[in-house]
């Protein structure tokens, strides 16, 4: 079946359940797993310096401290579950292609991810990240919704 399973994660709830379901698949595979959060680098959204609410050093602690958040809950999941698993966390400001990139590298052969993120919902059944894995993928793409 499956040897090596990335799963891509930013902490939601929907994500966490992902990460339970992918887990498990390992385990039933005897599969070891890739953990990956990704974050955009930051941007400053206007040249006003008035008009900037959070710095780039703000930035960077806030969004290391989900992304811990979020790779620890994969961990601690591996871990009860007796499932090799390494984590990363990567910057990038094409996540879709940061995922299929990182799958590529470290050779897995599944990639499994949420319908949407913490994005929202600006497509009504997947996000806009997953269409473009589910697209753009040559790597089998399993959606948990």
Do not use: N, W
């Amino acid at each position: 079946m499956f040897k090596h399973l990335l799963i891509p994660t930013d902490g939601s709830d929907l994500s966490r359940k992902a990460v339970a379901y992918g887990v498990q698949l390992a385990k039933e595979s005897g599969a070891k797993v890739t953990a990956l959060t990704l974050t955009e680098p930051y941007r400053v959204a206007s040249m006003d310096a008035v008009l900037v609410s959070v710095g780039e050093d703000e930035y960077e602690d806030e969004s290391r401290r989900v992304s811990d958040q979020a790779l620890e809950q994969v961990k601690l999941a591996a871990d009860a579950a007796g499932v090799p698993c390494e984590t990363l966390r990567e910057v990038h400001d094409q996540p879709y292609r940061a995922i299929i990139d990182i799958a590529h590298a470290k050779g897995c052969d599944l990639i499994v991810m949420a319908s949407h993120g913490r994005r929202g919902m600006s497509a009504l059944l997947l996000g806009s990240e997953t269409v473009k894995v589910l697209t753009h993928s040559t790597i089998p793409v399993l959606v948990y919704r």
